[in-house]
């Protein structure tokens, strides 16, 4: 019984949002940070609204959509043939970068050696070039839009993959991977920067050669491109409408900045 008043308390809160000056945004951990940020920004011009964010992956902002749910879903993947029925919006671009901590000396990696690490054809880094020690294999939860991108990247099957740790946001990764220097691990190259810049002991490695900066993903040349995107149906309400307004002003191109991520415009 005490479930499902937990329950319906959620659900009341949830539908809540369409009948108040509110808006709530579920879904990709990747997109969240960014809008937490920007909704601050939009609160401050906009005193009345009352923005909320919460995560739990881009397959949860998909189906708070369709339930309903949530005003806003969060998404960092373009959406897919069968998705269509949706709206979208493209708030920024990203890549996802392949991590490893600072102290490894391993600077590059070819997809077919992510590949091999990744199903366990290759275990040590000293077949890397580097030390005598098994690799630690981070991967993603179901639901994460960053493992389907990955494994569409190495065509691969995620019961092929042969993880030691399987993590859920960028954070979790990103604290993974810098509390253990024998780890690799893959997050939004937005994310990594963002810790990097803030003295992680963290780096992205070059894929094929191609380095995970800026001027790759603007170029395109970068293998690993992705959309942000914030997604939606029907007609919105104002206060919606308004902020999906707001993220292409100047005040939200500065949040980009801030987060290592490229303006789509």
């Known amino acids: 019984?005490?479930?499902?008043?937990?329950?319906?308390?959620?659900?009341?809160?949830?539908?809540?949002?369409?009948k108040k000056n509110q808006v709530l945004l579920t879904g990709s951990s990747t997109v969240a940070p960014i809008m937490l940020d920007i909704a601050s920004e939009f609160e401050k011009l906009n005193p009345n609204s009352i923005i909320e964010v919460q995560t739990g992956g881009s397959t949860r902002g998909i189906i708070d959509i369709k339930r309903g749910l949530s005003q806003i879903g969060m998404i960092s993947r373009a959406l897919k043939p069968n998705e269509n029925y949706l709206k979208h919006k493209t708030i920024a671009i990203d890549g996802l970068g392949v991590i490893l901590h600072s102290a490894n000396k391993v600077t590059k990696l070819t997809k077919q050696q992510i590949k091999d690490i990744y199903t366990r054809e290759i275990t040590n880094w000293k077949d890397l070039g580097w030390i005598d020690k098994p690799i630690t294999v981070v991967h993603k939860a179901e639901g994460r839009s960053t493992l389907e991108l990955f494994l569409s990247y190495l065509g691969l099957k995620n019961s092929q993959i042969k993880p030691h740790l399987i993590i859920g946001d960028n954070e979790q990764g990103i604290k993974t991977v810098t509390g253990n220097p024998y780890t690799i691990g893959y997050v939004s190259i937005g994310a990594a920067n963002y810790n990097i810049k803030n003295k992680a002991p963290l780096k992205l490695v070059a894929l094929d050669g191609v380095k995970a900066n800026r001027a790759n993903i603007i170029n395109k040349s970068y293998p690993i491109l992705r959309s942000l995107n914030l997604i939606y149906?029907?007609?919105?309400?104002?206060?919606?409408?308004?902020?999906?307004?707001?993220?292409?002003?100047?005040?939200?191109?500065?949040?980009?900045?801030?987060?290592?991520?490229?303006?789509?415009?």
């Open 233 to 265: 149906t029907g007609n919105l309400a104002e206060p919606s409408r308004k902020l999906l307004a707001f993220t292409a002003g100047p005040e939200a191109l500065k949040v980009l900045e801030r987060h290592y991520v490229i303006s789509p415009q």
């Open 1 to 18: 019984m005490k479930y499902l008043l937990i329950l319906a308390l959620i659900t009341f809160t949830q539908h809540s949002y369409a």
